[in-house]
Nanobody, 122 residues
Framework: QVQLVESGGGLVQPGGSLRLSCAAS????????IGWFRQAPGKAREGVLC????????YYADSVKGRFTISRDNAKNTVYLQMNSLKPEDTAVYYC???????????????WGQGTQVTVSS
């Protein structure tokens, strides 16, 4: 069964850090780009960051530049989203998704995880 599972979310104070994981099962991530998206309450889902199959990263949200980074460990079939200097406006459900190439077009992604909640609050 093809599956993406996010983990690592939680409650963190402003200025804190979290590392989200996106683990794949049922298929290999080697040939897929992985995008991270987020959806805050009452808002549309938006692209955050993407890593290509070759390891290059593309930022979709200017607000996270300099704070978020993305990496992949193909041996573990996992992609990570490192989030530093978190702000209350980063509060959202974070999703990872797989597609052969990075794109900000949500409908093009083949597989999606169930999401993990990130809450930034004091």
């Amino acid at each position: 069964q093809v599956q993406l599972v996010e983990s690592g979310g939680g409650l963190v104070q402003p200025g804190g850090s979290l590392r989200l994981s996106c683990a794949a099962s049922g298929f290999t991530l080697d040939y897929y780009a992985i995008g991270w998206f987020r959806q805050a309450p009452g808002k549309a889902r938006e692209g955050v960051l993407c890593i290509s199959s070759g390891g290059g990263s593309t930022y979709y949200a200017d607000s996270v530049k300099g704070r978020f980074t993305i990496s992949r460990d193909n041996a573990k079939n996992t992609v990570y989203l490192q989030m530093n200097s978190l702000k209350p406006e980063d509060t959202a459900v974070y999703y990872c998704a797989a597609d052969p190439r990075c794109t900000r077009v949500i409908a093009e992604y083949d597989y999606w995880g169930q999401g993990t909640q990130v809450t930034v609050s004091s």
